[in-house]
Structure formats: C-alpha cells, structure tokens
C-alpha cells in the first residue's frame, strides 16, 4: 500500500525517538513491498522559535492532507514563560480540535521481561495487556453550564456539565468494540450508570451498538470498581470503554501497572487522519543525550500500521521485535537492570530493527 505520513518530531527527546521510529517503519515498508512516504514539519517550541507559533498552518495542512501522523513530544522550559495560547502544548490542542480526534487508545502492556520494574507484585501484573480507550471530546471537561459564579450571599458556585449525546457515545463504542475484535474480544464498558443519569445513558447507548458485535463480550463497571479492579486483577481486562473524565484517570492508572513511561504508545483517532505518540513528554531532563526510550514511540508506530493502515502483520512483526530486543537483554537507562546491556537511544532503535524478522 502507499501511505503518507506526517513526520512531527516536536521537542526534546521528540527529536531523537522519531526517528528511531521512522527508520523502523522504513524497513517494516521494504520487507512488505508498502511505500510510506514521510513528510516532516514543525510542531511546538520548534515551530514556535521558526514562525512564532506551536502549530503553524503549513504543519497543519500537512497533517489534514496525511494518512496518519506520527508526533513526538512538544514543550520545554525554554518556552514555560509565554502566554498560554502560545505555549507549545497548545499544538496538540489544536491537532485533536482540527483532527477531530474523539477517541484515544492507550495500550498498557507488561513486557515479561520488565515485571520487576513495576510497583506491583509480579504475580498480580505479570500478563497484562490491556487497552484504554477514551473519549476525548466531550463530557465534563467540554458540558455547558461550566464557570464560577458569585453567589448573592457570598462565597461562590463552580459548575462543570457532564454531557453526552446517543451519538457521542455510538461512536466511541463503536471504536470499543472494533478495538476488541482485533484483540481477545472482551470489552468492559467502565460508567457510573448507579448514579449519574449522562452514565444511564451511556451503559444504554453501548448495549445497542453490541448488538453489531455480537461476537465481543461485553460486561459493565462501575468507575470506582473499575479503579479498584485495576490493581486487585489487572489480567481480567481487555478493552476499557471509559468517558473522558474516567479515561483520563484510569489511563495514568493503568499505565503505571507496567512501570516505565517511556515503553507506552498512544493513538488517537477520529473520522479521518489519526494520531500517533507516546504518552511520555519532551523529557527535557534527557534531551540530546542518546540516551531516551524509544520503545514508546516505535510502538507507537505499530499502533498506526494496526490502527490507520489495518497493517495488522506489520505492526505485530514489530511488536515482536521490541519483546524479541528486550528479551536479548537491550536496555535504555529507564528501564536498566543488572545483568542487562545498557544502550542507547539509536541503538535501541537499531537493535529493534535487527529484530524485525
Ligand atoms: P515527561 O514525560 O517529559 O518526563 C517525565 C519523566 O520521565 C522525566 O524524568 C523524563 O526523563 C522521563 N522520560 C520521559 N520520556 C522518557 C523516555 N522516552 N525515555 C526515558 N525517560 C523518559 O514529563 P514532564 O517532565 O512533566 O514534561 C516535560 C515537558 O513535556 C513539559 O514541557 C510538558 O508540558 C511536556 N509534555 C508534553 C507532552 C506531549 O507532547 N504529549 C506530554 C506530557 C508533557
């Protein structure tokens, strides 16, 4: 197949995991006869010290005209003084808004190899595999009536609306379930369908639209059980349907069962073009060492084969390169142990190449 990707390599580390990630998906494209064309542009504190913006229109329309877009990282202390809507962080708002992007996909996954660097018992999180979709734009953080008012008493009134349409919903389950069919087939819809009348409304909405899945298992959560069942039996769970207040909690809390931040991919996808990222920032901390995980961002590459391309073959070749690197004892410094070989971030990147076979 041909495919165009837009290349967005953004801050710190952004510039060194990228195209680790890229030199992957070069070789997955010869081996399989695709062609992936990359195209490169400025995004974040980048962008901002070029043209004075985190996301200019030039980025933009390279990204809307692009099958997929893999991105980076944005930010840094360097811009931490400018005002807000002209921080490098706003470029990611303003992909997601001009994308359409309404649904996100964190993989949480334990490399074997890796138990020990988890703060959980290994017994309890040896296995697990689970993918966080959240909804993205709407719910609470989005509903109207939101603000602070003054109350004529004194003292003052905070509102935040949590709202949801048939329609929202529809199309989120909808990437729910198509998400467990590539998987085990079994989606936990996460709500708090006992009290709130948004969640009624959502468990409700989900039970119709399984009725195109019959061949996905569907069962319901309450959230604080589903916070709970995270850490007491991580294993039950394969797909976690959540809205996007409980996706952006129970995300961070399944991403921390496997331990390093700088092993876990993200995709976020919509109507047209999706996007490609690990859940990690710039890492300024690190920057220009060589010595960053691009594991994150490699995987994140595999997500886009799976997930833009239906490239299903590919992107599994390439996870079974990281877990065949890891397996020969490769480590960047985050995830370094005794008794294994500390490289860094472009050797890591050409050891999971090596492994591609
Ligand atoms: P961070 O994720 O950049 O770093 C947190 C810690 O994890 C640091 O110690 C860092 O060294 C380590 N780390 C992160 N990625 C790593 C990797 N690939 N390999 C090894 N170690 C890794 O978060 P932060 O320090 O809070 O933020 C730094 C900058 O990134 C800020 O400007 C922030 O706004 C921005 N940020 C951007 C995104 C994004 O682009 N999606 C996400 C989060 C934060």
Excluded at 17 to 37: D, N, R, S, T, Y
Excluded at 109 to 118: E, F, H, I, P, T
Aim: with cysteine.
């Amino acid at each position: 197949m041909k495919a165009k990707i837009a290349v967005l390599q953004g801050d710190g580390v952004g510039r060194e995991i990228v195209p680790e990630a890229v030199k992957v998906l070069k070789v997955v494209a010869e081996k399989f006869g695709h062609q992936f064309e990359f195209a490169n542009s400025d995004v974040g504190g980048q962008a901002i010290d070029k043209v004075g913006v985190p996301l200019p229109q030039e980025t933009l329309t390279l990204a809307k005209q692009s099958d997929a877009v893999l991105l980076g990282a944005v930010g840094g202390p360097k811009w931490e003084g400018l005002e807000y809507s002209l921080r490098p962080e706003r470029a990611l708002l303003g992909l997601r808004e001009q994308l359409g992007l309404y649904a996100n996909l964190r993989p949480a996954k334990l490399y074997d190899v890796l138990a020990d660097a988890s703060t959980l018992k290994k017994d309890v999180i040896q296995g697990i595999d689970i993918l966080v979709i959240r909804e993205l734009t709407g719910g609470i953080y989005f509903g109207k009536p939101k603000g602070i008012e003054k109350l004529a008493h004194g003292g003052e009134r905070g509102t935040n609306t949590e709202v949801y349409t048939t329609e929202e919903i529809r199309r989120i389950a909808k990437v729910g379930f198509e998400a467990a069919r590539k998987r085990r087939k079994k989606l936990t819809s996460v709500d708090k369908a006992n009290v709130l009348e948004s969640s009624e409304l959502w468990r409700r909405v989900v039970i119709d639209v399984r009725k195109d899945y019959p061949d996905v298992e569907l069962n319901h959560m309450y959230v604080d059980n589903a916070a709970m069942q995270l850490v007491r039996n991580p294993r039950q769970f394969d797909v976690m349907l959540c809205n996007n207040m409980f996706g952006d909690i129970l995300s961070d809390e399944a991403a921390m069962l496997t331990g390093s931040i700088g092993m876990l991919p993200s995709a976020s996808v919509g109507a047209q073009v999706g996007l490609f990222e690990p859940i990690h920032g710039s890492a300024p901390d690190i920057a220009g060492k060589n010595i960053a995980n691009p594991i994150a961002t490699i995987a994140s590459a595999a997500m886009m084969l799976s997930y833009a391309f239906k490239l299903d073959k590919e992107a599994e070749l390439i996870e079974q390169a990281i877990v065949k690197t890891l397996d020969l004892g490769y480590r960047t410094k985050d995830i370094q142990s005794t008794g294994t070989r500390l490289v860094g971030t472009t050797e890591m990147g050409d050891a999971i190449v090596r492994n591609l076979n």
